[in-house]
T-cell receptor
Framework: RKEVEQDPGPFNVPEGATVAFNCTYS??????FFWYRQDCRKEPKLLMS???SGNEDGRFTAQLNRASQYISLLIRDSKLSDSATYLC???????????FGGGTRLMVKP | DTAVSQTPKYLVTQMGNDKSIKCEQN?????MYWYKQDSKKFLKIMFS???????INETVPNRFSPKSPDKAHLNLHINSLELGDSAVYFC?????????????FGPGTRLTVL
């Protein structure tokens, strides 16, 4: 089983749609969780941290379910500019090393 | 005013050659990293330095040798390049403990070994 697992997609959605991604992680002792965004041929950039109680940033909502060891990202009212790969990132081990999932590709179409 | 910069952006070379990639950050961060992103887009940590000292060294061939002359720079030297080394190499930095702080990535160096 991969340490951080994501559905690679692609998710093809029309503008204005709501789309959700899930990510599962293997280490129940993981403490920190993030979503990064990576545009084609660009570097990853932090989208948002994921807090235990869930958190929202504009059209983006992140949730953490520790019991089931998964993280979710919900995007409401999708824009063309949301098209990218979304990377789930988890602190998996002692020494504070981040482990990246393989990413979920989103394509928002007009 | 680039935060994390890498040179070169593209590197095409023959098997067996030795090459270096340079990274600089002007954010005043204490910790810097090298990641490798392969053709399947998996991003994997290779090395992490904190204040010029190696703190994470994942299982990478010893042909890869990082060097940090000061806390703003982290270079990666690769000896005897192999076809499987072809990938995008990202440098990143963070203010401190990586778990709780955002990592800022450089634009990447696309290495192609022929």
């Amino acid at each position: 089983r991969k340490e951080v697992e994501q559905d690679p997609g692609p998710f093809n959605v029309p503008e204005g749609a709501t789309v959700a991604f899930n990510c599962t992680y293997s280490n129940s002792a993981s403490q920190s969780f993030f979503w990064y965004r990576q545009d084609c041929r660009k570097e990853p950039k932090l989208l948002m941290s994921v807090y235990s109680s869930g958190n929202e940033d504009g059209r983006f909502t992140a949730q953490l379910n520790r019991a089931s060891q998964y993280i979710s990202l919900l995007i409401r009212d999708s824009k063309l500019s949301d098209s990218a790969t979304y990377l789930c990132v988890v602190n998996m081990r002692a020494g504070n090393m981040l482990t990246f999932g393989g990413g979920t590709r989103l394509m928002v179409k007009p | 005013d680039t935060a994390v910069s890498q040179t070169p952006k593209y590197l095409v070379t023959q098997m067996g050659n030795d090459k270096s990639i340079k990274c600089e950050q002007n954010l005043g961060h204490d910790t810097m990293y090298w990641y490798k992103q392969d053709s399947k887009k998996f991003l994997k940590i290779m090395f992490s330095y904190n204040n010029k000292e190696l703190i994470i060294n994942e299982t990478v061939p010893n042909r890869f040798s990082p060097k940090s002359p000061d806390k703003a720079h982290l270079n990666l030297h690769i000896n005897s390049l192999e076809l499987g080394d072809s990938a995008v190499y990202f440098c990143a930095s963070s203010p401190g403990t990586p778990s709780y702080n955002e990592q800022f990535f450089g634009p990447g160096t696309r290495l192609t070994v022929l």
